[in-house]
């Protein structure tokens, strides 16, 4: 199985291993050895008006341990993963690219253009800080579902994400795709965290319209450094429920492949 993964793996931790000497000026060697890669991690900050410098700190918090039980966790899941998207989807190693790499926590795993095809980027980092080892499964498929979605509508889904309410289809697509193949729980829940959702959908997604009618950040809803009503992750729920909504209309495939207006009207009449 392993054989299978290496066509398509660009493993850069044995790399790290070399380079690190638990100072942010051998990440810094590491990392530039990557120039692709690089510009990535900085975009990633970029693009939301903050400086990649000050992030750099991050590094020193995690151990060493907690990065190389990150990266044999990883190697153990990914090829049985593989496996079951392909069976599903008929999507080969071919298609794409997997990087394992260790960034500023750009986030655990983060599908993007990478080496001229769709790769799925996993920061080991980022799974170190939010001890996910268990729950790998879970993130990798997660993060196949992003490439389905991106392979089966035949485009850059982080483009539709430049517009925040997209990532309700995108993040939500993604989940149902986890959902399916590993089911509950998901790898973000915490105990209690799905029925607290389900008794409070009606906040949530009057709250998600508010933010887009008012043109606020949806960040809080989505990323692992916010917390929104004291949770984290809240979006990935009412994406979620967003699909399964789309799915009384429509099969998987469809959906993957909606008009990016028609995809618009129909979150605003999903929300209340």
């Keep these: 199985m392993h054989s299978r993964v290496a066509s398509m793996l660009v493993d850069t931790f044995p ?8 100072t942010v000026d051998s990440w810094l060697r590491y ?4 120039p692709e890669l690089f510009g990535k991690v900085k975009w990633d900050y970029e693009r939301y008006g903050m400086d990649w410098k000050g992030f750099t ?30 069976e599903l989807f008929g999507i080969k190693p071919k298609d794409y690219n997997v990087v394992l790499y260790i960034g500023i926590e750009n986030g655990a795993g983060w599908v993007t253009e990478f080496l001229g095809k769709p790769p799925i980027l996993f920061g080991l980092e980022a799974i170190a800080k939010l001890k996910w080892y268990s729950k790998l499964e879970g993130l ?16 850059n889904i982080e483009r539709l994400e430049d517009e925040q309410m997209f990532l ?67 979006g990935y729920y009412i994406g979620y429920k967003f699909i399964c909504w789309l799915e009384k209309d429509y099969s998987l495939e469809e959906i993957s492949k909606l ?7 129909k979150i605003l009449k999903f929300l209340p």
């Design 259 to 265: 008009k990016r207006e028609e995809i618009k009207g």
């Design 15 to 22: 790399r790290f291993l070399k380079e690190w000497n638990g």
């Design 57 to 86: 700190k991050l590094l020193l918090k995690r151990n060493m341990e907690e990065l190389i039980l990150a990266h044999e966790k990883l190697l153990e899941v990914l090829p049985r993963m593989e496996t079951k998207i392909e």
């Design 168 to 234: 309700l289809y995108t993040e939500g697509f993604a989940q149902r795709i986890e959902d399916i193949i590993i089911g509950r729980p998901w790898h973000l829940e915490e105990e209690g965290w799905f029925e607290w959702c389900e008794e409070n959908e009606g906040l949530l997604k009057a709250e998600f319209l508010r933010r887009i009618q008012e043109k606020e950040p949806l960040n809080p809803f989505f990323g692992s450094w916010y917390t929104l009503f004291g949770k984290r992750f809240l």
């Design 140 to 155: 990798v498929v997660h993060e196949f579902g992003h490439l389905v979605h991106w392979l089966l509508r035949g485009e």
């Design 31 to 34: 990392i530039r050895g990557y």
